[in-house]
Every structure is written in C-alpha cells, then in structure tokens.
C-alpha cells in the first residue's frame, strides 16, 4: 500500500490567498507551493478571532477559538507533504501556531473529513483584540470572494476594526 502523498489543511486567514501562499513559499522557501485542490469548507463549533500580534504583518492575525453554535468558513487545501512543511513554516510551527487534526471539516456536499487546522499557541494569544492591519485583513477578504465564502462571512470581516 502507498503513503499518502498528500494532506489537508484548513485555511481561514492569509492562506485562502493562493497566490499570497505561493508568492511566500517561493519568497521564503525557495520551492513551490504544490496545491492539488481548494475547496470552500466549514470548521464547525469554531470562529475567528483576532488575539494575536505578529511583527512581520505589524499588526494582529487571525486565529480561531472554540465557540458551540458558530461556524467558520474557509478553504480545504489539498497539498503535497513538502507544502505542508512550508505551511508550517509560514504559521511559524510550534512556536507560534500549533497545528491539530481536527476530524469534522465540513464539505459543501456534507460530507467530513479530516485536516490540519492551525492555532495560536496559548503564551503568544493576547487577553485584548489585537487589530489586523488593513492590507492583511484585505487578503483575507479578496480570498473569500474570490473563492466564493458565505455573504455572511464577507461582511463579518469587511466589519473588523483596523489598526490602520
């Protein structure tokens, strides 16, 4: 039997930004980015929140808490295992996010399965809302409409303070 060759991640900040993604991998890794598919999905009982301050954006970056009732979109990003790796890098893991499998990534068919989620590691997640710049919380918002997130989702982050 072959290993798997691949794996999922579900991406809710700057990584729904394809191009962003392979413009750092590139950037940064000298490689690129080996996405074999991306399709709109929901991490359910989670919502995205904005605890954490990064000095290379100058500002906060998304992360994501647990929260009954609420559902996050995003994208379902099957990449290679090298890309995985440059993800990681990306989230600066473990060190700053850490990443677990969650097991109910819900698909537009309904269908769930599994994939690597990224989180603030709880010594770098702030007790205040740590405001995104204007240019990364654009990313954010061009990769929803571009990859077709709920109305709903769109305004929610079109709404989000600043710190520009």
Known sequence: MMAQEFDHVFAYGSNMDLEHLAEWCHAHCKAEAEIFAAQVAILPEHKLIWNYY???RK?????IVASAGSQLPGLLLKVSKATLGY??????????????LQSHIVLADRSQL???VYQVVPRHRQATSVWPTRAYLNILINAAKKHG????HIAELAATQTRD
Not at 59 to 63: P, S
Not at 89 to 98: F, L, N, Q
Not at 149 to 152: D, G, M
């Open 149 to 152: 997130l709920p109305e709903w």
């Open 114 to 116: 599994h994939a690597w």
């Open 59 to 63: 500002g906060g970056a998304a992360n």
């Open 87 to 100: 993800i990681d890098r990306k989230e600066a893991y473990p060190h700053h996010y850490d990443r677990a």
């Open 54 to 56: 990064t000095k290379t």
